[in-house]
């Protein structure tokens, strides 16, 4: 029987039209040979949808996202909009649409593709096989603790405070996004934390260890957060799925991330308790290259791979993605932001144009 999904499309702004217009074709051919309809519909948000409406993400935009199966997003911002006030920029765009669909769990994966491995700035030895996905929680935590503000003492001094707070349904529902998540995957789970001087750490390993005996077959282990930082860099192949709070999550997923090099390559998800999750690259809008068919597609084709894989549950459909993607960098092509000498460089759309050949062979 055809599974049938409604997709809401959020281009932004910069090359996010280019690169998304290459995502739904792929989705299209992949739909065809899986047996998938995909009924996408298209929204404004970010700097695009201040332009129209004066809001970086208009009711309307949300409401579409609810009532979707999954969210395909590209990414917002540029320099138009950069002296806006922070509330009215096109990156409040981006939070209005994580708060509003209760988007609490992010998955960024870090996985070394073979034929990119010279663009890690670690050796080769190091970073060969590495396959990473960090489980950052993130909707708690210092970033939305309070209290929180700059107040001023009885002395007159000024004083910053921000509070780190995690309640024990919180720590529960992120900690089992990563433990179903390491069962999909190797069977290996690494909370990471500070409990050593942090009592909110404390109850966050307390949690996480109490909930290892609703997943026997996930081995377990406790990392303190500094540790973290430089085993990813000494020895990242210990790792396969890495569980932490909003601050080390920020700060580790953009570390495991770099181990691969290339922005351009990078997915991720955000999912929420139910409804739909979004999927969206790690870089940003690239207004530097937008509208000149230069940008990378393949991030936010991978971004459409997880989209099957953790919001739709179509594991093969992910996989053939995956798989054509490997295959045309075997081949030899390229984008600017991943050439290297001897391969072909090509534009975007005809990037795009090579991975959908490669998919329907
Ligand atoms: P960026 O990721 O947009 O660009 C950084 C560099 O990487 C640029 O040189 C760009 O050309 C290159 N690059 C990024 N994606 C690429 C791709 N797919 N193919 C080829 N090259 C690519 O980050 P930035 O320059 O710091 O920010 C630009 C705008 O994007 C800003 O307005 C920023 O706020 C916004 N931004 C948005 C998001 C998001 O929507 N999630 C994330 C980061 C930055």
Same mark, same amino acid.
């Given at each position: ?136 929680? @993130? ?168 989209? @099957? ?19 045309? @960098? ?32």
């Amino acid at each position: 029987m055809t599974q049938q999904f409604r997709i809401t499309l959020l281009p932004g702004d910069g090359i996010g039209a280019e690169i998304i217009s290459v995502a739904v074709d792929v989705l299209k051919v992949v739909g065809k040979k899986f047996d998938i309809e995909f009924n996408f519909q298209e929204a404004p948000i970010g700097g695009a949808a201040i332009d129209l409406t004066g809001e970086p993400l208009p009711e309307e935009s949300l409401d579409k996202c609810r009532n979707s199966d999954a969210v395909l997003l590209a990414a917002v911002g540029g320099y138009k909009w950069d002296s806006l006030p922070p509330s009215r920029r096109p990156e409040a765009g981006l939070l209005g649409l994580r708060a509003g669909l209760e988007l609490f769990a992010n998955l960024r994966p870090a996985k070394i593709i073979p034929e990119l491995i010279d663009a890690s700035s670690l050796k080769k030895e190091i970073v060969s096989g590495v396959d990473i996905m960090v489980v950052r929680e @993130l909707t708690g935590g210092i970033y939305f603790g309070k209290p929180r503000g700059i107040f001023t003492t009885e002395t007159g001094e000024r004083r910053g405070v921000n509070t780190m707070v995690y309640t024990e349904s919180e720590i529960n529902r992120i900690g089992r996004v990563a433990f179903e998540t390491a069962q999909k995957r190797t069977g290996k789970l690494c909370s990471v934390d500070k409990s050593n001087v942090l009592d909110v750490s404390q109850l966050w390993r307390e949690n996480i260890t109490k909930l290892a005996q609703e997943y026997p077959s996930v081995e377990l282990s406790h990392m303190y957060v500094d540790n973290a930082a430089m085993q990813l860099l000494r020895a990242p192949k210990q790792f396969d799925t890495i569980v932490t709070g909003n601050l080390f999550g920020d700060i580790l997923s953009d570390a495991a991330a770099m181990l691969t090099g290339s922005i351009g390559m990078l997915p991720s998800a955000s999912l929420g308790a139910t409804g739909p999750g979004v999927f969206e690259p790690v870089h940003g809008s690239a207004p530097d290259i937008a509208g000149q068919d230069k940008a990378n597609p393949l991030a936010q084709v991978l971004s459409a791979a997880m989209m @099957l894989r953790y919001g739709l549950n179509q594991s093969a459909a992910a996989d053939h993605i995956e798989q054509s993607v490997s295959l045309i @960098l075997q081949q030899g092509l390229r984008t600017g932001d991943i050439m290297s000498s001897g391969m072909k460089l090509l534009g975007c759309r005809a990037m795009g144009d090579a991975l959908i050949q490669a998919l329907e062979e």
